[in-house]
């Protein structure tokens, strides 16, 4: 194996695991920690917000999806045919598919939902009518957590698929 296939699949499983491991954390412990704080979980998300969290999991399963494409690309020989029927081809497709599936419901529902739930949060401590903004928060929240919930099953999915495609006959 070559050094930067090596380099590439490190990149690709190491920023899997974190994009995997933040998302699960985030839908299951932080967000409905965050809901029960009520209006202080502002303060949170301003923190999270601060320290760039949705740019950088958005960059990561970015580029996990794309070193994962890459390294498909390589492993199969340029997606040729044989390979793509074989247990691994099948397996890793599925998983990688899962996964490009997963970003895309991340980046087209869980995000934007969540980034305005924290923006009406922050404005919300600001404003003299609050109570309309924290219900408009608490609705995309939910939004976000239930697209969050899919995420969370599609990635799954693909961390089962990618640990057993290449033991697949």
Known sequence: MSTPFLLLRLVHVGLGA?????HLFVTFFLFPAMEEAGPESAKVGAGVMKRRFPQIIASFGLLTVLSGIWLLYRVSGGFESTYMRSGPGMGYSIGGGSAIVAFIIGMTIVRPNTMKAMRLGQEAAGSPNPQSLHVEAARLRAVAMKGGKVVSVLLIITVAA????????
């Open 18 to 22: 974190f994009w995997f491991g933040a």
């Open 162 to 169: 990618m640990a057993l495609g290449r033991y697949l006959l």
